[in-house]
Nanobody, 123 residues
Framework: QVQLVESGGGLVQAGGSMRLSCTTS????????MGWFRQAPGKEREFVTA????????YSADSVKGRFTISRGNVKNTVYLQMNSLKPEDTAVYYC????????????????WGQGTQVTVSS
């Protein structure tokens, strides 16, 4: 059974930091592109950032560039999202996802998904 499990969400004040983790199991995701998406209430799910299978390439939405950093763990079954300088508009459910294709930003281009973790940034 393929699983992606996010953790690390919660409540943080504006300007603060938070790190999300995504742990994979059930298959080897070492060859997959791993991405983070988010969805705020009443809005569509949007791309945040992604990292290539070997960690050598990352790409991010303009709204988070310079503030969010994605990385892969040494064992490659874990992906992290370090979020700094958080803003109230970053409030959303954050999802981890896996794709076989590089440089993809649409949710339908990702095959596997976690259940999401809530991030709330208070002003």
């Amino acid at each position: 059974q393929v699983q992606l499990v996010e953790s690390g969400g919660g409540l943080v004040q504006a300007g603060g930091s938070m790190r999300l983790s995504c742990t994979t199991s059930g298959r080897t995701f070492g060859s997959y592109v791993m991405g983070w998406f988010r969805q705020a209430p009443g809005k569509e799910r949007e791309f945040v950032t992604a990292i290539s299978w070997n960690g050598g390439s990352t790409y991010s939405a303009d709204s988070v560039k310079g503030r969010f950093t994605i990385s892969r763990g040494n064992v490659k079954n874990t992906v992290y999202l370090q979020m700094n300088s958080l803003k109230p508009e970053d409030t959303a459910v954050y999802y981890c996802a896996a794709s076989r294709l590089l440089a993809r930003v649409r949710p339908d281009e990702y095959e596997y998904w976690g259940q999401g973790t809530q991030v709330t940034v208070s002003s």
